[in-house]
């Protein structure tokens, strides 16, 4: 190894030159993970203190960096970590073999930048000093949201949202459509998609339907939904306000204007009453006696006056009563509804009786055939039991008087001893 490491300083000495390399340009890991970033160097000399920096970009070209760690190899210094990658951040450093590897723990998705790794020698500040390598944090893209930008009338456009809150690489979204059947149909030649917005344009019926987004990237992918669905175009809101606001303002005055009449004719209402039913004093309309020429004739107008008075009076007097009698004729026509309503009640409650009746006949009259059903099994039954008992009697009168057929046949007698059988003698 010794021997290997002599060739290489031989080689680079010759060369003359300080190289600091990378082996690949990008490193993917995922989120949560500890990683290793290599970082190899060749001095062109034996180096009597070798001074190791890893930084990272903040963002992209031409963008500031942030310190990550300075590594001193001797004068005591050691390694120098900022607070922001402390605890996270060492160094894995091997001078003999040229070796000064970035170690992080538990990456996030701010990690995913670009990292720098620079090497210092005094007195061989020739060739390639620093090295640089991207780090890609794979994250899978999260659940996205699905929303409607428009309003979904006819005729309108409308633009579909699709977004993930994080993912790595950034995920690619993709669009389905399917119909009120929830069948697959193609896409409209004037829809277009970027970035996750799907945008429709001069909507119709036929545009109602679901819409499916997939947000995806190396890792994993995830989707959701939209139910679009197309109205007919609708009034907005103000000039809805202004049509209920009108409506009511009419509704207000006409009801104004009702309470008006009915109060006017009220008050006329009361007054002729008033009117008719005040009776002139005694001697307030007597003629005064004349005097004179002239006294004569102001009695005479006055005459003549109180007699139009109480014509009027009279007229008014008339109207009254012919309203009382217009009034009294529509009570007792509604009196006589009424009793015809009422005589109607009752002839259907009589009719109600008369089905009761009818009823309760029809069950009396039942009830009287099934006693006389009744009485008939009765009577059969009777009969049938006198006849069983007549016919057990004949047959037992039949069977005693039937001849004594089965007994067993006589036997015969035995023959008779003639008489002239010798007696037997006895000893």
Aim: hydrophobic content about 30%; glycine content about 6%.
């Amino acid at each position: 190894m010794v021997v290997v490491v002599y060739l290489c300083f031989v080689v680079f000495s010759l060369a003359g030159a300080l190289k600091v390399s990378i082996p690949k340009p990008e490193y993917e890991h995922a989120r949560g993970d500890n990683i290793t970033l290599p970082c190899n160097f060749l001095p062109s000399r034996k180096p009597p203190m070798v001074i190791i920096i890893w930084t990272v970009n903040l963002g992209g070209p031409g963008d500031p960096s942030t310190m990550i760690l300075t590594h001193y190899s001797s004068g005591g210094l050691g390694t120098d970590v900022p607070p922001l990658y402390e605890g996270r951040a060492s160094l894995a450093l091997d001078i003999a073999k040229g070796k000064a590897d970035l170690k992080l723990s538990s990456i996030t998705l701010q990690d995913n930048k670009v990292f720098s790794c620079r090497v210092q020698i005094p007195k061989d500040d020739e060739g390639t000093l620093v090295d640089s390598v991207r780090l890609v944090v794979l994250v899978a893209p999260s659940k996205p949201v699905c929303a409607l930008q428009g309003t979904a009338e006819y005729g309108q456009n409308v633009n579909l949202t699709c977004l993930s809150a994080e993912g790595s690489p950034t995920p690619a979204y993709s669009w389905e459509q399917r119909d009120v059947r929830n069948t697959p149909r193609l896409r409209d030649p004037r829809t277009t998609d970027r970035g996750g917005i799907l945008s429709l344009y001069n909507l119709s019926m036929d545009t109602s339907g679901y819409f499916i987004c997939t947000s995806k990237n190396k890792i994993r992918s995830a989707s959701c939904n939209i139910t679009l669905k197309v109205l007919p175009p609708s009034m907005n809101l103000g000039s809805s306000a202004g049509i209920i606001g009108g409506v009511i303002a009419v509704l207000l005055v006409l009801a104004l204007i009702i309470l008006i009449c009915c109060c006017c004719k009220k008050r006329k209402q009361r007054e002729a009453e008033k009117y008719a039913m005040a009776t002139p004093e005694e001697g307030a309309f007597a003629d005064k006696e004349p005097v004179g020429n002239g006294k004569r004739r102001d009695s005479r107008d006055e005459e003549e006056r109180s007699e139009y008075d109480r014509r009027v009076i009279t007229d008014d007097r008339r109207v009254v009563e012919d309203d009382r009698r217009v009034v009294n004729d529509d009570r007792r026509v509604d009196d006589d509804d009424r009793r015809s309503d009422y005589t109607a009640r009752r002839s259907d409650y009589d009719d109600r009786r008369s089905d009761f009746d009818d009823r309760r006949s029809d069950y009396d009259d039942r009830r009287s055939e099934y006693s006389d059903r009744r009485d008939r099994h009765d009577d059969r039954d009777d009969r049938r039991r006198d006849d069983r008992r007549r016919d057990d009697y004949r047959n037992e009168s039949d069977r005693y008087d039937e001849p004594y057929d089965d007994a067993e046949p006589a036997r015969p007698k035995p023959p008779s001893v003639p008489n002239n059988k010798p007696p037997r003698d006895t000893y």
